[in-house]
T-cell receptor, first 115, second 114 residues
Framework: DQQVKQNSPSLSVQEGRISILNCDYT??????FLWYKKYPAEGPTFLIS?????DKNEDGRFTVFLNKSAKHLSLHIVPSQPGDSAVYFC??????????????FGQGTTLQVKP | KAGVTQTPRYLIKTRGQQVTLSCSPI?????VSWYQQTPGQGLQFLFE???????NKGNFPGRFSGRQFSNSRSEMNVSTLELGDSALYLC?????????????FGAGSRLTVL
């Protein structure tokens, strides 16, 4: 049972345009959501997070939007840069696990930003 | 500040063998978690150790085990290897605090089972 789903395996955008990565979840009790970025031969690195009591969080070029009624969140990257080309993972912390190392990850979306 | 260090980075085993992977967390981080990454499956949580005690466990068979030492270093072991165990094994450490617990990952140990 995939509780966190990233239905788009890949996305290609032009440099300077907006990249929108999507994530759906099934458990309405998730209390935090996080986005990680992963380059080949490296471990995932943390990008941005959002609490379930918020609907938007922004950090520089990265903004995460949370739509609780639709159980959907999205990561917007504006403007996209070639260095943003990587695999992006959406993750959620389960109830009672927000202060632990247990996260539930989506399958990942490979973003390619073309120069 | 040194990051999370995993060894070995690459290894090849044959079916039926066992393997031990090592993880050194960031200094001061007492929580160490292990994840398995396979193509199309994302990262699957294996287990978490905190203060030498396993406090969370994912849905993996008993062939997967781990431990944590007093210096917070952790090892995971997979016994009786199967072809499906071929994957990237990631270790992550974190400070335990309220709110979103941000994990810092190592580069991983890529295991190939032949």
């Amino acid at each position: 049972d995939q509780q966190v789903k990233q239905n788009s395996p890949s996305l290609s955008v032009q440099e300077g345009r907006i990249s929108i990565l999507n994530c759906d979840y099934t458990n309405s009790m998730f209390d935090y959501f996080l986005w990680y970025k992963k380059y080949p031969a490296e471990g995932p690195t943390f990008l941005i997070s959002i609490s379930s009591i918020k609907d938007k969080n922004e950090d520089g070029r990265f903004t995460v939007f949370l739509n609780k009624s639709a159980k959907h969140l999205s990561l917007h990257i504006v403007p996209s840069q070639p260095g943003d080309s990587a695999v992006y993972f959406c993750a959620a912390s389960a109830p009672g696990s927000s202060n632990t190392g247990k996260l539930i990850f989506g399958q990942g979306t490979t973003l390619q930003v073309k120069p | 500040k040194a990051g999370v260090t995993q060894t070995p980075r690459y290894l090849i085993k044959t079916r039926g063998q066992q393997v031990t992977l090592s993880c050194s967390p960031i200094s001061g981080h007492r929580s160490v978690s292990w994840y398995q990454q396979t193509p199309g499956q994302g990262l699957q949580f294996l287990f978490e150790y905190f203060s030498e005690t396993q406090r969370n466990k994912g849905n993996f068979p008993g062939r997967f085990s781990g431990r944590q030492f007093s210096n917070s270093r952790s090892e995971m072991n997979v016994s009786t290897l199967e072809l499906g165990d071929s994957a990237l094994y990631l270790c992550a450490s974190s400070l335990i605090r309220a709110g979103a617990n941000v994990l810092t990952f190592g580069a991983g140990s890529r295991l190939t089972v032949l």
